[in-house]
């Protein structure tokens, strides 16, 4: 059993940066398909990142070049670095981790193929 904690989210305007955290429960280097998510209501919850076991990232067209997703192995953390953020990132946030690494890692993973997850933490991007 995985247990993922977001923290970091909050209110920023257009332009600015927040740096989300996910504490995990146990070590995920290697074995793990690590992920960021986001949704907003009445949407699917769509993958903004990806690290693979191999720590591999992958990122959505719509964040490339702005997020960086990154794990510290030592402090069993995954972050997001978000920068220049539009008002169109504003939605709730979730880490994720699954160990079927035979389903791929790549940001198009289904969010159904995702068996442990976070509980969240909200950003809000004001014009």
């Known amino acids: 059993q995985v247990r993922l904690v977001e923290s970091g989210g909050g209110s920023v305007q257009t332009g600015g940066s927040l740096r989300l955290s996910c504490a995990v429960s146990i070590y995920t280097s290697s074995t793990y398909c690590m992920a960021w998510f986001r949704q907003t209501p009445g949407k699917k919850r769509q993958g903004v990142a990806t690290?693979?076991?191999?720590?591999?990232?992958m990122y959505a067209d719509s964040v490339k070049g702005r997020f960086t997703a990154s794990q510290d192995n030592a402090k069993k953390t995954l972050s997001l670095q978000m920068n220049s953020l539009k008002p169109e990132d504003t939605a709730m946030y979730y880490c994720?981790?699954?160990?079927?690494?035979?389903?791929?890692?790549?940001?198009?993973?289904?969010?159904?193929?995702?068996?442990?997850w976070g509980q969240g933490t909200q950003v809000t991007v004001s014009s």
């Open positions: 994720a981790a699954d160990r079927k690494l035979w389903l791929g890692c790549g940001i198009e993973r289904d969010v159904d193929y995702y068996n442990f």
């Open positions: 690290i693979d076991s191999n720590g591999r990232t």
